[in-house]
């Protein structure tokens, strides 16, 4: 349910920007926002996102909720927090440019309480300790299992897990 998965990602961003020292207001805001137009239909999306952006991410288009939710917050609150719509519109696949707040939200997304994968408890760990290997690890683990299910990765995803490998060097 996606309720039980956007109050996960919330109380997961407000556990890791405390102890990561980030605007907790701001990570809650993005928290709950993160997915809000997720299950808009492809049509929704496109007549909110900005050709740019469509092209862009053609081959990829699951990560259209990011930008079309950025921009439906922009339209319908008034939220014109770059930091903020940054971290949404970041959330779904990384970016080689993250802040803490991004990075926050991309891991709580993905290791909020209601996801079970393997090693899920060992990511959560890493994540309370360092963002960049969390991010790291995740990436890799994200990498494996759509290379596994599906035959095929995601290039940007793969160009930023290696820039974490190199940042991190690993």
């Not at 049509?43 to 081959?59: G, M, R, S, T, V």
Request: glycine share 2%; hydrophobic share 40%.
């Amino acid at each position: 349910m996606r309720l039980n998965h956007i109050l996960g990602v919330y109380r997961k961003s407000i556990q890791l920007a405390r102890l990561h020292k980030v605007n907790t207001m701001k990570a809650q805001i993005s928290a709950l926002f993160h997915d809000y137009t997720k299950n808009e239909s492809l049509d929704f999306h496109l007549a909110l996102l900005k050709p740019q952006i469509i092209n862009q991410y053609k081959h990829i288009p699951f990560v259209y909720h990011a930008f079309s939710a950025a921009e439906l917050l922009k339209k319908e609150f008034g939220i014109t927090d770059v930091i903020i719509l940054n971290a949404i519109r970041k959330h779904v696949i990384g970016h080689l440019k993250m802040n803490k707040l991004d990075k926050i939200i991309f891991l709580s997304d993905k290791l909020e309480n209601s996801r079970d994968f393997p090693q899920i408890s060992y990511f959560r760990q890493l994540s309370l300790e360092n963002l960049d290997k969390a991010i790291y690890k995740v990436l890799e683990s994200n990498l494996h299992y759509y290379k596994n299910k599906h035959n095929k990765v995601c290039v940007e995803q793969l160009i930023i897990f290696k820039f974490f490998q190199q940042k991190l060097r690993y």
